[in-house]
C-alpha cells in the first residue's frame, strides 16, 4: 500500500493529532466514536504520529467525546430540519463527520478549510455521496461565504476552531454567518480564558499537550456563553456541555476515565474545555 506524505504548518497540523485520537479511539475494546475511516487514513499516511502528543488514553477520549457530541447536536438539527438544510462544517481538517452521519440528499454539506488541507482531504478521504462540496478558504476572510447559497437555514460546526481566532474574528465570522442565512445553529467547542491565558504564559515550557506553536495561537477563550448573545440580534445562547459531564463516562476505560475526572479537578480544569450551542 502506498503511503501519503504530508506537509502541513504545526497549526493546520494539529487536525493530525485529532485524526490519530480518533483511530485510537477506533481500536478501542469500547469505541466512543466507531470512526475506522479515521483508523484507515492513519494507516496511510507516513508520519510519525508519536508527535501529536496525542498518547494517553484520555487523550482519544475526550477527542472522540468532543466529537461524537457534536455530531449528536448536528443529528438532532437535521431530524428537527427534515427538509432542505445546510451544514456548514469549518475548520474541517481531516474529520469524517459528513460520513459518520451519512445526510440525506437533501442536505447541502458544505467542509471548508485551508485550500492545502482541501487538497489533503481530496487525496485521502473518499468522496461522499448525496449534495456534497468542498471549499478551501480562510475563514476569517471576507468573500467566501458567498460562495455558500444562503437560501435554507444552516447548522454551523466547529471543532477545535475557535480558540485560534482573535475575540473580533470569532465576533465578525458570527455576525457574518448569521446574516447570510435566513437562522439556524452554531455548534462549537471552545477553551475558557484562563487555559488560553496558561497556555501563552507556559508555552515555552510545551506543556506537554502541545507543540509551543500551537500553544501560542490560542487566543480566544470563553466564560460567559451568554456574552456572544450581545454581538447580533437574536442571536440565544441554548445550552453547553462538558465533556466530563456526559453521562456514558463509566463505560471508558479506567486509564481514560481517571485522567479526564483528576484533569476536572486541576485549577481551571473543569472549564478549560466545552462545547456550546446557540441559535439564531
Not at 488560553?196 to 507556559?202: G, P
Not at 447580533?232 to 463505560?251: E, I, K, T
Not at 486509564?255 to 450551542?277: E, K, Q, V, W, Y
Request: net charge negative.
Amino acid at each position: 500500500m502506498e503511503r501519503e506524505k504530508v506537509e502541513l504548518t504545526t497549526v493546520q497540523g494539529t487536525m493530525l493529532a485529532t485524526l490519530y485520537a480518533r483511530a485510537l479511539d477506533s481500536r478501542a475494546r469500547y469505541s466512543i466514536l466507531g470512526d475506522h475511516t479515521a483508523d484507515e487514513v492513519v494507516r496511510r499516511v507516513d508520519h510519525d504520529w508519536s508527535k501529536t502528543g496525542t498518547r494517553a488514553p484520555w487523550d482519544a477520549a475526550t477527542l472522540a467525546l468532543r466529537g461524537r457530541e457534536l455530531d449528536r447536536w448536528t443529528g438532532e438539527f437535521l431530524i428537527a430540519h427534515p427538509g432542505e438544510v445546510t451544514v456548514l462544517h469549518l475548520a474541517c481538517g481531516l474529520d469524517t463527520r459528513v460520513h459518520r452521519l451519512d445526510p440525506p440528499p437533501s442536505v447541502r454539506w458544505v467542509d471548508v478549510d485551508f485550500p492545502d488541507v482541501i487538497e489533503l482531504r481530496r487525496r485521502l478521504l473518499p468522496e461522499p455521496g448525496g449534495n456534497y462540496r468542498m471549499l478551501g478558504a480562510s475563514v476569517t476572510e471576507e468573500g467566501w461565504l458567498e460562495e455558500v447559497p444562503g437560501d435554507r437555514p444552516v447548522v454551523v460546526v466547529a471543532e477545535g476552531l475557535t480558540m485560534y481566532l482573535h475575540e473580533e474574528e470569532g465576533r465578525q465570522l458570527i455576525q457574518r454567518i448569521c446574516g447570510h442565512f435566513p437562522g439556524g445553529e452554531l455548534l462549537f467547542d471552545c477553551f475558557s480564558k484562563r487555559l488560553v491565558r496558561l497556555a501563552k504564559k507556559l508555552s515555552w515550557m510545551a506543556m506537554g499537550i502541545a507543540p509551543r506553536a500551537v500553544l501560542e495561537s490560542w487566543h480566544w477563550g470563553i466564560d460567559d456563553p451568554r456574552e456572544l448573545e450581545g454581538w447580533q440580534d437574536g442571536l440565544a445562547f441554548v445550552d453547553d456541555l462538558y465533556v466530563v459531564d456526559v453521562p456514558d463516562l463509566n463505560r471508558l476505560p479506567a486509564a481514560a476515565r481517571i485522567g479526564l475526572r483528576l484533569g476536572a479537578h486541576l485549577p481551571g480544569g473543569r472549564d478549560s474545555g466545552r462545547l456550546l450551542r446557540y441559535r439564531f
